[in-house]
């Protein structure tokens, strides 16, 4: 997805959460065939990100609207009832990912 990440010029939903991104298509009354169909990388038949992640879109936004726009700790989101697994999971995407949200590096080429 890198090429996706940063293949434009402006991204309007790029900080919207997916579960969020649902609402809107429903709001500009977007067909119900694309706001149904599964989040998908179509690497292969019937495969879904959420298949391949373990949990729902609504329920790893959940834990991010929390830990990222709240500021809730782990062990605060642990004892408000949600999965550590989950909690650890997002912990490790958003920093092996963080590089997907910054321009990408400008070789610096000197001819002599």
């Known amino acids: 997805t890198i090429c996706g990440d940063v293949a434009c010029a402006i991204n309007p939903i790029g900080e919207m959460y997916k579960s969020d991104e649902f609402e809107f298509a429903k709001f500009l009354n977007v067909t119900d ?5 599964k989040p998908s990388a179509d690497l292969w038949e019937d495969q879904s990100d959420e298949d391949e992640l373990g949990f729902s879109y ?3 936004d959940d834990v991010l609207k929390q830990i990222v726009d709240n500021g809730m700790t782990k062990d605060e989101a642990i ?5 550590e697994k989950l909690i650890d999971m997002l912990e490790y995407r958003i920093k092996s990912n ?9 070789a610096n080429i000197k001819w002599s």
């Open 98 to 106: 963080a590089f997907k949200g910054k321009l990408p590096v400008i």
């Open 33 to 37: 065939a694309i706001i149904n169909k």
């Open 58 to 60: 609504k329920q790893m």
């Open 79 to 83: 004892k408000e009832g949600f999965d």
